[in-house]
């Protein structure tokens, strides 16, 4: 994706915080070429290639969302009180965990300072925004959809990298919060989808991010297993792989949409999808090889596609505008 340039001041109070979903899915696909090196064979430069940009992403959103805090901090209030948008606050979070996961074999003592950091940030914005839903007086069943999996449910991917770089109960810690509440999150989530008004077309795209946490699950536990996949595991991965399934028989419904920031939702899911088959694939082979390599072709065709229509976005002044 091209470097955001930093918005013109009157654009700055409308500068997302949704964009870090950009940094989330791009480390996603780095994580899923280092996977496919170990697994398919793929040169080792893509992966590290790509993990470098999703770094360099990082820097350049947090740098420009660091000046909307200093220079329009109303707008940021405004933004964290917004009872859909604040759920993107820890997207920042969780691109750090990402970015310690990439980046953990290659400097190791970096890395951990970035999940200390990313884990340490990511639980404030879980205590943060579960407070919010306690004491609201705001939210209604209509404002329920999975980018709500983000501030809470995000707490599972702290293992696919804490597992390696950090005292292993930490990991346990924040898997134990992501996976409870997951299982509470996905039912609010269900029954909003079944029984009330479908999602805004803005927020369709966020019907992916069901996919994640059973995806980064399957990877976490794993991880905390130190490599084996038991029956845990095979559970977590199939039910990502149901949802897939599921969300691709509905493919011409995500065609028809119009281009959103928040159609970055469809990268990290896919990414952790792609990640959890390529591990089945490099324990059990068969079938999961073929699904490894068509979710990697789709996976970056996608990211492609989602980089490309953002920087036009971005050179059309697009984003950064009122909503």
Known sequence: MNTPPTPRPQR?????????????GTTGLALAWKKAHHVLGMPAEIGL???????????????????????????????????????????????????????????RYSAAGLWLAGAALHLVFTLAVMSSWLHHTRYEIKHANPAWFIPVVGNIVAPVGGAALAPIE?????????????????????????????????LTPTLFILIAPPAVGSIAWVRLHGGEIDDVARILYYAALF????????????????????????SFPL????????????????????LGWLLLAILSLVLALLTVRTALAIVRGEICVPE
């Open 49 to 107: 290639a790509l993990q470098w940009w999703a770094f360099l992403l990082f820097v350049v959103i947090a740098l420009v969302y660091l000046a909307k805090i200093a220079l329009r901090w109303e707008a940021v209030k405004q933004e964290f009180a917004h009872p859909v948008r604040m759920n993107f606050f820890p997207a920042a979070s969780v691109s750090l965990l990402l970015l310690a996961a990439a980046f953990a074999d290659v400097a």
């Open 243 to 266: 949802l897939t399934l599921l969300l691709a028989a509905n493919a011409m419904r995500f065609f028809r949409l119009r281009f959103f920031l928040s159609t970055w939702a469809y």
């Open 170 to 202: 930490l990991s346990w810690f924040f898997f134990s919060i992501g996976l409870v509440f997951w299982s509470v999150l996905f039912t609010i989530v269900l029954y909003r989808l079944f029984f009330h008004e479908p999602l805004p077309e803005r």
């Open 271 to 290: 990414a952790a999808m792609t990640v959890a088959t390529l591990m089945m694939a490099e324990h059990a082979g068969g079938l999961f090889l073929p």
């Open 12 to 24: 700055l109070e409308h500068f997302p915080i949704a964009f870090f979903a950009a940094v989330m």
